[in-house]
């Protein structure tokens, strides 16, 4: 990201790969058209598994917090979850629809599924359906914002902010004058910051507190002028800080006498460390003609 430099490329499908998700910085795991769920290594790109995830195409995938298990929803209208640890299905269910998206908690202890303009949450333990969320239009994006706490994104103006385990609606607002096609998110020391993206090419960063769910704060807005349909934020792991300022104090007589004597100081140093070097490599000159005196005639 800093060099702004090609890494590498994904060969191994056949046809538009549709997702990504990296686990770490270890690997990368990517989902297709043709139906394939591979799993990359972000060293030299080499595709460590393939399995044959769907029959159709993998419209969305997410690892678990763990890296153990994966969850993929295809065009074939099911759910699969993935063991990573052997490459096997662990478990397939029929959902009867096409799902768009699927997405692990942060903590691991359920997934939601979103079909259209609802968003089905289930339980890991369980693997039953233990809630449903319905939203106003059909839903493009969603992040989780903490374990319980979703924010979700649609064809309409509006972000809206709901708890899973209640399907109560806890904050919404208009974050663009269009329809918001993403929406990501990260934290700092005492608020979360919000990032969504709408299709007239704005970006913008909302600051959110999540203790008090009150209407986010404008922080900035860029205009890409561009058609956006996906966004994804970084942070980096430390923030270069601004070096320190140095004042300048103005000078006294006193000042600058104290200068010239360390001044002077510092010159009979670098006087006798040259002659000290001097009498170290000094060494007899050799005479020409290895030292013979030449006889006058």
Known sequence: MKKRIEHGALLHHDGT?????????????????????????????ECLKSIRAHKGQVTSLSVHPSGKLALTVGTDKTLRTWNLIDGRSAFIKNIKQNAVIVKW??????YVVVIGDKVDVYNLETATLTSTIISPKRISSIKFLTNS??????DDETVRLCDVNTQKVLCEFEAHETRVKSVDSFTMDDFCVLVTASNDGFIKMWKLNLESLEPPVLLGKANTTARLTCLAVWKPTTLQ???????????????IKDILALEKKRKRVRIS????????DASPKKKKDGGKKKMKT
């Not at 990296?22 to 394939?36: N, V």
């Not at 706490?149 to 649609?154: D, M, V």
């Not at 040259?274 to 009498?279: A, S, W």
């Open 149 to 154: 706490i979703l924010a979700i994104a649609g």
């Open 17 to 45: 790969i549709s997702c990504l998700e990296f686990y770490g910085t270890s690997h990368l795991l990517s989902g297709g058209q043709d139906g394939l769920l591979c799993v990359w290594s972000t060293k030299n790109w």
């Open 105 to 110: 908690s942060p903590e691991g202890d359920k």
């Open 273 to 280: 460390t040259v002659e000290v070097v001097q009498e170290e």
């Open 241 to 255: 800080e601004p070096p320190p300022e140095v004042k300048t104090e103005p000078t006294t007589s006193h000042d």
